[in-house]
Structure formats: structure tokens, C-alpha cells
């Protein structure tokens, strides 16, 4: 049974000493337990099993050592560094000492359709939620006491079969990890960064798996990443087509703000086209600027040459990353084609780019309460809670969460926000 009622725990003997926030290197430190579900062809998904973090044993013939058989959720430092297949969601401490999950079902539905990519086993989302709230209820002292801090999750889906064969596997295995993190960058959480923009490289094509969190997609990334750090910028801007369309920056999803060809103000990024990541944190920023409603927001194709014309004219006001690890980051430089752009970012405040971050870290910590709109496909909740010190298997309102669906979906979902808020 896959069922997370039938979590096996096995609790560590001895606790590691938690590191001062303000010390951690953004996914080097690991917490005291991880999560594993083995699935293979013959018997389906086995129990869940959560017990003392330890080194993984794969037999030499996996497929995913050959083939980057592996969709998962975090950066993962542990066993394949670069050849991995990732999400990533985080866990916040609430100015009220509750734990939350930032909209993760996005993160489970976005995982799923990376494992179908993969020919990996199909799963279900909400019971893997429910593990990894278990998991983050053992772990929930690793959670930092700090409003810069967090605790990245980092489930991980890799084929394990012992076997040569270009397949679809018939063993798996589902992992999840946990790493108490800071800023992203080392050069603070609210530097501007500087970016690299060459077409020699390709990140994703149409028809490929830009859309997707595999891991060859990342790993073949580092030798321009390289190169972009040896030209004397800190990311990848990753180009596409002839007319270099401007996709994503490194791992982060990309954000225009500027007055338009028409003169409009607006909130430009790229589509979501299949070449694009659908970003849990993208989404986030486009839903919350539209209930603004002071801009145009739009999803749409932006090239090297929008933007140099825009730059030439003084249209651009400012530009940012935005993802799961950084939350937003803002930009100050691009080199094209030997030249040096200067963004303006900072020179307008930023504005706009404050103000996001600031908006969405006080959800993410409870400082405010928004609402988004329902997800597309399911109905699942956005933000989890634990109460501190609770066993999460028993809080009520987690059942309440569990039970969203169709009409009883709004209401549902205030109940939980009012409960988060006066809790």
C-alpha cells in the first residue's frame, strides 16, 4: 500500500544540531530524516517508509545512473548532482510559529506530469502530499525561526532497474529530502544579478521537455553556465529561435516590466509554449498582479530586439527572475552579443520587484492573507498548515484541505485561510 497511513517511521537515534539561518549555503545541510516509497512493476507502490537520512544503494545497471531516468522536487547535492530531475517547494515558519506549504499541489501536479514524461509510474498527488507532511511534521524543528530562512523539499522520482535496456523501467523509486536554506545566490537575496544571453546554446526546444522538471534539462545547462561565469555574468538568459525569443534565465522564470510598443504599462513574460517551466512562483506573480489590476499583465513572446529597442527608448522600467529557491531576484545586466545592456532595475527602486517579493513573503509567512484562484485542473489548496507542534495526521484543517473539490471549493478554502490567520 502507497497509503500515507501506512507510513512505516523509523525515527533517528541521534539529532543533528540545527544551523543559525544566517550560515546556510543554499542546499548543504540536510535534516535528520528522509522519505522513501519503493514502486516496481509486479506489486505496484510499497509503504511509504520515513526513517534516518543515509545514502542511497542503486545496483552499477540503474537506469537512471545511464539515462537520467529521474523527475523530482529540490536542487539535489546528494548522489547526482547534476544529472537530476527536480521540484522544488519550501516549508515557511509563520510570524505566528505555524509551518506552511506555499501552493504545493501545484508542485505535485507539475511532478506528476514530469514523471509521465519520463515513463516513470503514475502516482497519486494527494497521498504523496500527505507524506510529506509527515515528514516536514518529524522535521518541523529544522524549519528556521527566521523570516529569510526556509526549509526546501526536495522529492525525487528515479528509475532503479538493473538493466542496460533504453526502457521504460520497471522498478522506481520515490524519494523526498529536506535542506534548511537562504538566499539563493551568494550575493544576497536582493543583488541584482547579471546575465549571459548567447545563442550558441539551446536550453529547450518545441517538442522537447523545456516543460518539464527533468534533470537532463539542468545538467546540460552547467557548461554554459560556465562559460556565462567566465564571461563575468552570474546567469544563463537562454534564447530560442531565430529571433531570439527570450525563455527563462538559468533556473528561474523571466519578467519584462515595461510601457510597451503601445504605450501601455505592463507585466510582460514569456509564454508557456512547452520551451517554458510553468513556474509555481511565475503563476504566483501573474495571478497576484492581475488581482492588482493596476497594469497589463501578459504572457507574451518577448525578443533581444523588444527589449535593446525598449532599452534604447527608455520603455524599461524593470526586470527580475522569479522561482521557488529565489522567490524574485532582480536584474541589472545583460551581455549581448559583447555588449553590455544596462537594466534599470535599480535605478526605479526597484518598485514593482520590492513590492512582489514583499508581497509574496508575507503570505508565505502569514504576514497577510490573498487568496489565489482556483488551479486549472484540481482543486487542491494552496497554502498547508501545520499547527506548531501538532501531529499533522490529526489536525483537522488539513482534513478540510484534503476534501476540496468543485463547489465546495471557495468556501473551503477561506475556512482554511481564516484558520491559518487567527490560529
Given at each position: 500500500s502507497s497509503k500515507a497511513v501506512d507510513t512505516v517511521i523509523e525515527l533517528a537515534p541521534t539529532l543533528m544540531e540545527k544551523p543559525i539561518p544566517s550560515s546556510l549555503v543554499f542546499g548543504t545541510v540536510f535534516t535528520d530524516h528522509m522519505l522513501t516509497i519503493e514502486w516496481t512493476c509486479r506489486e505496484g507502490w510499497h509503504k511509504p517508509c520515513i526513517g534516518p537520512f543515509k545514502n542511497l544503494s542503486l545496483h552499477p545497471a540503474s537506469s537512471t545512473l545511464h539515462y537520467a531516468v529521474e523527475p523530482v522536487l529540490l536542487l539535489c547535492v546528494v548522489?547526482?548532482?547534476?544529472?537530476?530531475?527536480?521540484?522544488?517547494?519550501?516549508?515557511?515558519?509563520?510570524?505566528?510559529?505555524?509551518?506552511?506549504?506555499?501552493?504545493?499541489?501545484?508542485?505535485?501536479?507539475?511532478?506528476?506530469?514530469?514523471?509521465?514524461?519520463?515513463?516513470?509510474?503514475?502516482?497519486?498527488?494527494?497521498?504523496?502530499?500527505?507524506?510529506?507532511?509527515?515528514?516536514?511534521?518529524?522535521?518541523?524543528?529544522?524549519v528556521p525561526y527566521s523570516d529569510t530562512a526556509s526549509l526546501y523539499i526536495r522529492p525525487t522520482f528515479i528509475g532503479t532497474e538493473p538493466s542496460l535496456g533504453v526502457k521504460k523501467p520497471s522498478q522506481a523509486l520515490l524519494y523526498v529530502i529536506l535542506s534548511p536554506v537562504g538566499s539563493y545566490f551568494s550575493t544576497g537575496s536582493f543583488n541584482p544579478v547579471s546575465l549571459w544571453a548567447d545563442t550558441k546554446y539551446i536550453r529547450a526546444w518545441k517538442g522537447g521537455t523545456g516543460d518539464c522538471k527533468l534533470g537532463g534539462n539542468y545538467g546540460a545547462s552547467i557548461y554554459a553556465q560556465d562559460e556565462a561565469m567566465e564571461a563575468g555574468c552570474q546567469q544563463v538568459l537562454w534564447l530560442y529561435g531565430e529571433n531570439h525569443q527570450i525563455t527563462e534565465v538559468g533556473t528561474m522564470?523571466?519578467?519584462?516590466?515595461?510601457t510597451n510598443?503601445?504605450?501601455?504599462e505592463e507585466l510582460a513574460t514569456p509564454p508557456l509554449d512547452g520551451v517554458i517551466l510553468p513556474g509555481v512562483t511565475r503563476q504566483?506573480?501573474?495571478?497576484?498582479?492581475?488581482?492588482?489590476?493596476?497594469?497589463?499583465?501578459?504572457?507574451?513572446?518577448?525578443?533581444?530586439?523588444?527589449?535593446?529597442?525598449?532599452?534604447?527608448?527608455?520603455?524599461?522600467?524593470?526586470?527580475?527572475?522569479?522561482?521557488?529557491?529565489?522567490?524574485?531576484?532582480?536584474?541589472?545586466?545583460?551581455?549581448?552579443?559583447?555588449?553590455?545592456?544596462?537594466?534599470?532595475?535599480?535605478?526605479n527602486g526597484p518598485k514593482l520587484t520590492t513590492r512582489i517579493l514583499k508581497q509574496l513573503t508575507d503570505i508565505q509567512v502569514s504576514r497577510v492573507l490573498f487568496v489565489f484562484p482556483?488551479?486549472?485542473?484540481?482543486?487542491?489548496?494552496?497554502?498547508i498548515c501545520f499547527p506548531k507542534?501538532?501531529?499533522?495526521?490529526?489536525?483537522?484543517?488539513?482534513k478540510v484541505?484534503?476534501?476540496?473539490?468543485?463547489?465546495?471549493?471557495?468556501?473551503l478554502r477561506i475556512l482554511l485561510f481564516k484558520v491559518v490567520t487567527i490560529m
Open positions: 548522489l547526482f548532482s547534476t544529472v537530476q530531475l527536480f521540484e522544488g517547494l519550501k516549508a515557511y515558519r509563520g510570524t505566528d510559529g505555524q509551518i506552511r506549504l506555499f501552493r504545493p499541489m501545484l508542485n505535485m501536479e507539475r511532478m506528476l506530469r514530469s514523471a509521465c514524461r519520463a515513463s516513470l509510474p503514475n502516482f497519486d498527488k494527494k497521498e504523496l502530499l500527505d507524506c510529506i507532511r509527515k515528514l516536514v511534521e518529524i522535521e518541523q524543528e529544522w522564470n523571466l519578467f519584462l516590466y515595461w510598443e503601445n504605450g501601455e504566483s506573480i501573474i495571478e497576484l498582479s492581475k488581482k492588482w489590476g493596476e497594469f497589463k499583465v501578459s504572457e507574451r513572446y518577448l525578443t533581444m530586439e523588444d527589449l535593446s529597442t525598449a532599452l534604447n527608448e527608455e520603455r524599461v522600467k524593470e526586470m527580475f527572475g522569479s522561482g521557488t529557491a529565489c522567490i524574485v531576484v532582480p536584474v541589472g545586466r545583460i551581455l549581448y552579443k559583447e555588449e553590455n545592456l544596462h537594466i534599470p532595475t535599480m535605478e482556483p488551479p486549472p485542473i484540481s482543486f487542491e489548496g494552496n497554502i507542534k501538532m501531529k499533522i495526521w490529526k489536525c483537522p484543517f488539513l484541505l484534503d476534501v476540496f473539490s468543485g463547489d465546495c471549493y471557495l468556501y
